[in-house]
């Protein structure tokens, strides 16, 4: 496997640089099953924030964003089952994706619920208020 930055992701996901998104293509093109680009969880929010940042926070942009990432056969996806997870909860409206991960990540981790002060969070995702 190959380790991907989240440079070269937003690179081909944005098309934003007239040198480097060629290039970042080019490279991503070279990715086969057998020899795939690695997401790990913090480039895949590094891309998240990036594209929340420059789309305002239109989730459409975000949310093809990482079909396109979950749906590439030259990828492994850290987590993937609790992405794809986070990724079904934000499309349906309710949620932030990385609130949803959150939760989803931490019952992975055996976690009984994570506690929180957001009162909007995921309870589908194992959130619970925090109260006293």
Known sequence: MIGLDANI???VLLDDDAVQS???R???AKLTPEQAGYINLVVLMEVVWTIRTRF???PDHLHAALETLLSGAAYVVQSRNEVVAALSLAKAGRYGFADA???YLNQRADCGATWTFDHGAPYEAGFKA???
């Open 9 to 11: 992701l937003l690179r």
């Open 130 to 132: 925090a109260v006293l």
């Open 101 to 103: 991960l959150i939760g």
């Open 22 to 24: 060629p290039m970042a």
């Open 26 to 28: 080019e490279l991503l």
């Open 56 to 58: 305002k926070g239109k």
